[in-house]
């Protein structure tokens, strides 16, 4: 009985430790997000949370979460500083952050472009959408802002493909 009592008191820190690096593993390639808008309605609402797995390369039809910096444009003039602390303009503005959005799949690089459906790929010179590129719709067009009006996506920009919805 008392060998058994050690194994048991040494096997309970291993499972834990165990346990644990499969959850630290899990946290690197899983995501939680929370839905902000109603460019994917109906299967996704406002405030629904999804759990979203990195790492993999999405398909046409799956949804995906991407990250989209807004544009810099013009930002006001940095107060003056002394002339002693010589610091570039540039480094003074604020660094926008990054918004998520999640979007559908409707092309991955080697599919046709849409042109019928994304007016804003309609003048494109290509056939095939690029390499590094991706044409992302919401499922609510009149709500979504995507492909239809920006154009491409980069596939850099893809945080992870949506694996499943979390209970809220």
């Keep these: 009985m008392r060998t058994a009592s050690w194994a048991l008191a040494g096997g309970v820190p291993a499972l834990a430790v165990g346990l644990a690096l499969t959850v630290s593993a899990l946290g690197r390639h899983l995501v939680a997000v929370t839905v902000r808008g109603a460019s994917m309605e109906p299967a996704y609402r406002e ?4 759990l979203v797995r990195r790492g993999r390369l999405p398909v046409p039809g799956q949804v995906v979460v991407v990250t989209d910096l807004p544009d810099a444009g013009p930002t006001a003039a940095p107060a003056a500083a002394p002339a002693a602390a010589s610091v570039p303009e540039a480094a003074a503005r604020p660094v926008p952050s990054p918004t998520l959005l999640i979007k559908r799949v409707a092309a991955v690089p080697g599919d ?3 042109r019928d459906r994304v007016p804003a790929l309609a003048g494109v010179p290509e056939r095939y959408v690029p390499q590094g590129k991706l044409v992302l719709l919401g499922d609510n067009p009149e709500a979504s802002f995507d492909s239809r009006h920006r154009g491409y ?3 850099a920009c893809v945080v992870g493909t949506v ?3 979390l209970p809220g």
């Design 47 to 50: 405030g629904d949370r999804v």
């Design 163 to 165: 694996w499943r919805s």
């Design 112 to 114: 046709p472009v849409p």
């Design 153 to 155: 996506f980069a596939t």
